[in-house]
């Protein structure tokens, strides 16, 4: 799991690349797919999978437009906010 944590915002996102690829291939996606459905390069879909990179805010509103309300039910992504 990858997780990093946004100091003006205060918000940590946690990603869990293989709940990601899991959740892509239970859907019968293809990397492909994914990618000319969110406007996101192959290869960073490929890299979130892995969790070779860190996702961004713009990368996770892409992703849940192919994905929806399963990206984070899935725990494939998890948001929360810093306690004040």
Do not use: C, W
Request: glycine share 8%.
């Amino acid at each position: 799991m990858r997780v990093t944590f946004n100091r003006d915002t205060g918000q940590r996102t946690a990603l869990d690349g293989e709940r990601l690829r899991g959740l892509r291939r239970s859907m019968g996606l293809s990397l492909a797919s994914v990618a000319s459905t969110t406007g996101l390069a192959l290869a960073t879909i490929s890299a979130l999978e892995t969790e070779s990179v860190s996702p961004s805010s713009a990368s996770i509103a892409k992703l849940q437009k192919i994905y929806g309300a399963a990206l984070h039910e899935s725990g494939a992504i998890t948001i929360t906010q810093a306690a004040p």
